[in-house]
């Protein structure tokens, strides 16, 4: 699980913005080692040598708190905006993505996976995807897949035609009327 109960702005402690953004994600194990194997390896700031740490004490310098962050710069302070693009840029490079991907581009593509999966229904999609509005998960984030076009629904034949539950119906002709039940009201 991970727990989301906190953002930065300006380096700065920052309410969420809204409700439904302090969540507890049920994740599997692929984030988490990832997480984990990050954490190893960047555990608090980066060591100086004995040289820049009497420089620094003659500045002033005040080592950070252990806040918890994820991602910090290599003193252990939060990661500006500026600081935070420019390290994306270089990764979104790495990857091979295309040149102007965004860090929010993410979450589109996690609630369109979610959406395009199969195995969960919109609302769960919605609860995930941390949304206060279901418009906002499916007007906005939710994409269809390519494999949606071409599709042929089936449904009616399915449940009607040769083999359905109303095949034996189909056979005996068209579906009657409710006695009692006139044309308009049907």
Request: charge should be positive; charged fraction near 25%; hydrophobic fraction near 35%.
């Amino acid at each position: 699980m991970l727990y989301v109960e906190e953002q930065r702005q300006r380096g700065k402690k920052a309410k969420l913005k809204t409700k439904a953004s302090y969540a507890t994600l049920p994740v599997d194990h692929f984030p988490i080692e990832r997480l984990s194997e990050h954490l190893s390896h960047f555990r608090g700031p980066a060591p100086v040598s004995k040289a820049a740490l009497q420089k620094r004490e003659q500045h002033g310098y005040v080592p950070p708190p252990d806040e918890g962050l994820i991602v910090t710069t290599r003193t252990g302070r939060p990661l500006s905006r500026s600081h935070f693009n420019d390290k994306w840029r270089a990764a979104v490079e790495l990857a091979g993505l295309p040149e102007g991907t965004r860090f929010h581009d993410l979450k589109h593509f996690y609630t369109s996976r979610l959406g395009a999966d199969g195995k969960y229904d919109p609302k769960t999609v919605q609860a995930l995807s941390r949304h206060a509005e279901f418009s906002e998960t499916w007007d906005t984030y939710a994409h269809p897949p390519v494999a949606v076009q071409g599709v042929k629904v089936d449904t009616f034949s399915g449940l009607f035609g040769i083999g359905g539950p109303g095949a034996a119906q189909a056979e005996h002709g068209p579906l009657q009327r409710p006695e009692g039940v006139d044309r308009a009201a049907a």
